[in-house]
Each structure stands twice: as C-alpha cells, then as structure tokens.
C-alpha cells in the first residue's frame, strides 16, 4: 500500500472540510456542517492511520490533525 498517495489526498480533504465550515458559519447552514463533519472525522480517522504508518511525517500530520480539530469545533452545529 502506498501511504504517500494517501497522504497527498489529505490536503485536498481539509481543503473541502474548512471550505464548507466557512461557508456554513458565512451563511449560518447547519446543512453544511453536518456534510463537513463526516468528511472530517473521515480525514481525521486516515491522518491517525497515517500518523504511526509515515514516521518521518509525523510533525506535518501532527499541525494537520490539529488544523482540522480547530475547525472542527468552530463550525460544529450546537457549539
């Protein structure tokens, strides 16, 4: 398996995850949060994954589980 791959497909994930939190706090759409929290806890369930496969990454997947956690809790509906 090619761990690499996958891990280039992250930023493009969190990319779309902080797109549409910022939209859904822009426009006040809970719609969009709920269509952003799936695809988050999705990319940060696969940067875990990667985070004890690609060692020498571990301090860039590191800042990129915490840029999605911060994101995640801001736009959160119910917060």
């Known amino acids: 398996m090619d761990y690499e791959s996958w891990y280039k ?21 809970v719609v969009l949060s709920l269509i952003a929290a799936p695809l988050g806890l999705f990319t940060l369930l696969l940067l875990c994954w990667l985070y004890y496969e690609l060692k020498e990454k571990e301090y860039e997947i590191r800042w990129m589980m915490v840029m999605l956690l911060i994101v995640g809790l801001i736009a959160s509906p119910g917060v």
């Not at 497909?9 to 759409?29: D, E, G, S």
């Open 9 to 29: 497909r992250a930023y493009p994930l969190i990319c779309i995850v902080m797109f549409l939190c910022i939209l859904a706090l822009k426009y006040h759409c």
